[in-house]
Each structure stands twice: as structure tokens, then as C-alpha cells.
């Protein structure tokens, strides 16, 4: 090597080590006093060790103006580049909370768009680790438009890649749209926060006195808004999830989720048979039935603490990934509001353009009554839900596991709506509602006139549950395919999946649907 070339590897060596420095020994001890890691531990974390790439390391801002021309940092607070999760290709940025506060400005904005066209380029996801105090002051309108260049990327990969935006500290102001652009977001908690306009603006508009974490914390989003798909404690379990996530997910939409190996052993499945209580009014937590009915029992779920009335999460059956959709009985008696309808219709759009198929378990009572949901849109929300089954390409089976009362048996996946198969069990009732309000409504006169209007209400109720409360109506026209036993159902679906593997459907040419928003 010449003389010249080993000065400049020499002073390559010492850049290398002032980016990885990032603001300075203090600020990522400061850093690690607020019980977070720092940009490149993040990174080291959450890929395959000795698999990062970095591009970018030697960018600095252009700035001069309110002294920043004293304030260069190599890599602009931001780490970005290319790495492996489990061998797979993925490209990453880490914004370092310790130069400039991790905040936006020109150079760093360029450089997550460059790994964003990489990642659209090659058809790989992309994983956002979020902590940054905003757009770089300093750098005015050029931060502005840094943002406004990686909302429009996100809008682009939308569909395409999958996205995945771990929240690690502040996401403040307009930055916050970002992460809502993508397909997951996680939040750490305790050291996470999320809001457009935070706690002293909130003060100053509305007088109300609120918390950074009260506003946009973990369990806010995880519970009041549904902003954050998952929460954990910390961000070594942080980095887990999205492995665990991404395992589910293909690279992109052109492909299909790789499976695990599986070896078909006993489907068997006897405690299912033991699910449904005597009393249909009497709940039971669904959970158990997914966990029953898939591999290993493991279940991904999704937004866990937001309307709890419906399930909804990833697994796998025969080694095979699949989303599942599952009213939930055990919560307002599975009913579907408008949070059910919105969260429901999020994840099945999700899993259609990432090619994984759906399993539907259903026991719905149907939608809930009253001002609050027809004043704030059951009308609007309920349909984003019907409109992302009804486009949903993907293998779609449902099962109908106890009730499947009025709208609700059309939207939640039914044949009707273009589901592939429809298997019920022999406790499910499919009716335009239960016996009793059925009963109550189209006899009222006759009981009225009885002499014991209980008595005849009791009459009638038998009557209609005896024409209605059970599967064999909706399978004498085909509705449901089959009437299966419950221990059964594990094995039914994987055939079924199986059946479907190679589906294929065209749609017409159109630019693009108008879900109702
Ligand atoms: C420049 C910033 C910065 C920013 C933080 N810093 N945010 N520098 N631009 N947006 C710097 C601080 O000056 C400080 O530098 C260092 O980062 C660490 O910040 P601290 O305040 O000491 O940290 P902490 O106490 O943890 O508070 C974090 C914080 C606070 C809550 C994020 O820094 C803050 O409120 N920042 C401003 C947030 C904001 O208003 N951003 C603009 C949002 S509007 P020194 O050198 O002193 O250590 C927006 C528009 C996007 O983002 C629009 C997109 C369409």
C-alpha cells in the first residue's frame, strides 16, 4: 500500500471511531441513565451478529447557521445500512438520540431515504429505530422537507415492503407521521412517547394538564388511541418482537411467507370439543381456541389492549404463516364497534398485500347499538371492515364457532363476501339475531295478547331457535361447507390451507378502490 494510502486508511480509522462515538461519551452514558441504548447497540441487537453494513457513515449536515457549523457529527444522528435478521435481507436507521437530540434535518433525512429506495429497489423490509427530538431545529424548512421525502417513500412502500417502526423515545410533532405511514409500530415503555403536539401546546390550546407519558406513552397508544401495535418493557424484548414479527412477513408483496418445517403428527384437537359452554350467553376467551388450533400454540397478537372485543394477531399452521381474526366473547361479548371494525380491517389489509392467508374464528352477536357508535361513523367503520375482506385475495376460511348473528355473519368473512371456505360447529347459531329479540319482535303481538306473555315468549323463542340456532339452514344453501367437529377443525384447516395454496385472483383494472375512510 503507498504511503498516501495508508495516511488516508489511518484517517478513515479515526472517523470510524468519532461516528461510533456518536455526541460523545457522556451523552451515551446519559443515554443508557435513561434505560435506553444507543443507536449502533440498537442495531447490533436486532441483527445477525457481524451482518451490518453501514452506508453513510461519514455524511455531516451542511448547516452554518446558529453555530452548527461547530456542531459537525459524522453520520448526521442518524445510523443507517443493510444487515441480515435470521439471514434475511433488511435495511435499518437508528436515529442517535445523542447527536442534536437524533433530530431531522437535510443529510440525515437523505440518508434514510437512500436505505428506503435500496430497500424498494431490492424488495427487502424496512426497520425504522426511532428516538429524536423532531425536525433540526437549527435547519428550518429543510428539515420540513427532509420529512415530507420519507413520508412520500413510505406512502410508495406501502404494500410493497414490509415497514416496521420501533419507537424507542420521542416522536413529537409531525414526525409522528412516519411511523404511522408504516406497518407496525412498537413502543417501548416507559421511555417512549408519541404525539402532534405535545404536553405545554396541549396546556396553552385546551388547559389541559396532561403528561408527556399520560399523552402519548406506551400504554396510551397501546389501549386509548391503537396507534402502537405492540408494547414491551424494554428494548432487548423490543428487538425480539420485530424478529419475531418479521418471521411471519415475506420480503415483499411479490413473495410469500417462508414456512417452518412441519412433520404432520396427531391433528387431533379433543379439548375444542369442551369450549363452547351449555349457556350460549355464558363467555369464553378465544384466545384459547387459537392457541389450541395452532402450531405450538404461539400466537403473535396484535394490539392486544385495543377494543379487546376482537383478536386479531399472526401464527402458523403446518409450519405455515397465517393471520387470524377472532371475535372475542370473553370481551363486551365479542361484539363489533367501531374500534373492533377499525383494528379488524387494519390487520386483514396488512396480511392481503403480505400474501398471508386468513382464518376467521367467529362468535359475533353482531354490531353494538347506541348513539355513541352511530354518532361517531358504525356506519363508516363498520364498512372499512366488510371492504377489506370483500378485496382480500388471499386463502380466507372462516369458522363459525358459536354465534353468527345479522350483519356481522356478512362481514366477517363470509362466502358471500368471497371467503374460500366456511366451516361451522355444530354449537353455531346463523340467524339475523338471537331467538329471543327475534322472538320479541315478529310475535310481539301474539305474546302481547297471551295470557302468560312469558310463557308464549318462552314458546316462541324455542320456536325460532329451533328453525335458527344451529348451522344446518346456512349449510342446506351452502353458506357453510361443512358442519365439523370441533376437535376436527385443526386438521380441516390445514387441508384447506393446503387446497389453497396456489389461489389466484384477478380483479379489474382500476387505479385504485375508495375505501371508505
Ligand atoms: C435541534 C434538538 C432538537 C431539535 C432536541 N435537541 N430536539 N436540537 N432540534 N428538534 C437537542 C437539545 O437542544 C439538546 O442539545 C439535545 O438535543 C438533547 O435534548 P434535551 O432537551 O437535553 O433532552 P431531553 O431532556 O431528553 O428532552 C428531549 C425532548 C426535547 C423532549 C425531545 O429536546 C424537546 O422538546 N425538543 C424539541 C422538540 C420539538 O419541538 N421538535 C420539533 C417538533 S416539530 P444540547 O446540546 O443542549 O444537549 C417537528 C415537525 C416535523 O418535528 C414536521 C414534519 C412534517
Redesign the pocket.
Known amino acids: 500500500m503507498s504511503e498516501k494510502a495508508q495516511e488516508s486508511m489511518a484517517r478513515l480509522e479515526a472517523m470510524k471511531a468519532e461516528a461510533r462515538l456518536g455526541g460523545g461519551e457522556k451523552r451515551m452514558e446519559a443515554q443508557h441513565g435513561k434505560g435506553k441504548l444507543t443507536a449502533r447497540e440498537r442495531v447490533d441487537l436486532l441483527l445477525d451478529e457481524g451482518s451490518f453494513e453501514e452506508l453513510g457513515m461519514l455524511v455531516t449536515h451542511r448547516s452554518n447557521l446558529f453555530g452548527l457549523d461547530k456542531q459537525q457529527f459524522l453520520g448526521d444522528g442518524v445510523v443507517t445500512g443493510y444487515g441480515t435478521i435470521q439471514g434475511r435481507l433488511v435495511y435499518v436507521f437508528s436515529q442517535d438520540f445523542t447527536v442534536?437530540?437524533g433530530?431531522l434535518a437535510e443529510a440525515h433525512a437523505e440518508k434514510i431515504c437512500r436505505i428506503m429506495d435500496l430497500a424498494m429497489d431490492n424488495g427487502a423490509p424496512v426497520i425504522g429505530l426511532n428516538d429524536s427530538?423532531?425536525?433540526?431545529?437549527?435547519e428550518g424548512v429543510v428539515s420540513?422537507g427532509g420529512?415530507?421525502d420519507i413520508f412520500h417513500r413510505n406512502v410508495q412502500a406501502s404494500g410493497v415492503v414490509p415497514q416496521i417502526s420501533a419507537i424507542l423515545g420521542?416522536c413529537?410533532?409531525?414526525?409522528v407521521?412516519s411511523p404511522a405511514l408504516t406497518d407496525f409500530i412498537l413502543m417501548t415503555e416507559g421511555t417512549s412517547y408519541m404525539f402532534v403536539t405535545g404536553p405545554n401546546v396541549v396546556k396553552t390550546v385546551t388547559h389541559e394538564e396532561v403528561s408527556a407519558e399520560a399523552l402519548g406513552g406506551a400504554r396510551t397508544h397501546a389501549t386509548k388511541s391503537g396507534v402502537a401495535h405492540l408494547t414491551v418493557p424494554h428494548e432487548v424484548a423490543a428487538m425480539d418482537q420485530i424478529k419475531s414479527l418479521l418471521s411471519y412477513l415475506p420480503q415483499n408483496c411479490e413473495e410469500t411467507p417462508s414456512s417452518l418445517p412441519y412433520s404432520g403428527l396427531d391433528e387431533e384437537r379433543p379439548k375444542l370439543n369442551g369450549v363452547i359452554p351449555e349457556n350460549a350467553q355464558q363467555p369464553y376467551d378465544m384466545r384459547d381456541v387459537v392457541k389450541e388450533l395452532v402450531d405450538e400454540g404461539e400466537f403473535l397478537e396484535i394490539q392486544p389492549d385495543y377494543a379487546a372485543n376482537i383478536v386479531v394477531g399472526f401464527a402458523r399452521l403446518a409450519g405455515r404463516s397465517i393471520g387470524v381474526v377472532a371475535n372475542q366473547p370473553a370481551v363486551l361479548a365479542g361484539v363489533l364497534d367501531i374500534g373492533a371494525s377499525t383494528k379488524a380491517a387494519r390487520f386483514v389489509r396488512t396480511c392481503d398485500a403480505f400474501n398471508v392467508p386468513l382464518l376467521v374464528l367467529e362468535d359475533v352477536p353482531g354490531f353494538l347499538p347506541g348513539t355513541d357508535q352511530e354518532w361517531n361513523g358504525i356506519i363508516t367503520n363498520g364498512a372499512k371492515l366488510l371492504y377489506a375482506f370483500s378485496e382480500a385475495t388471499v386463502p380466507r376460511i372462516t369458522v363459525i364457532t358459536r354465534k353468527a348473528y345479522g350483519g356481522a355473519y356478512d362481514v366477517m368473512n363470509s362466502k358471500h363476501i368471497g371467503a374460500d371456505l366456511n366451516f361451522a360447529w355444530p354449537t353455531s347459531e346463523i340467524a339475523v339475531m338471537g331467538a329471543k329479540g327475534a322472538a320479541e319482535i315478529i310475535f310481539r303481538k301474539e305474546i302481547a295478547g297471551s295470557d302468560d306473555p312469558a310463557v308464549k315468549l318462552a314458546e316462541k323463542e324455542a320456536e325460532y331457535a329451533a328453525l335458527f340456532a344451529h348451522p344446518y339452514r346456512a349449510a342446506s344453501r351452502g353458506y357453510v361447507d361443512e358442519v365439523i367437529e370441533p376437535a376436527q377443525t385443526r386438521s380441516r384447516l390445514i387441508k384447506g390451507f393446503a387446497m389453497l395454496e396456489n389461489k389466484t385472483v384477478r380483479r379489474p383494472r382500476r387505479k385504485h378502490g375508495n375505501l371508505p375512510l
Request: glycine share 28%; charged share 5%; hydrophobic share 40%.
Open positions: 442534536l437530540g433530530s427530538g423532531g425536525a433540526r431545529i437549527q420540513l420529512y415530507a420521542p413529537a410533532g409531525g414526525a407521521y
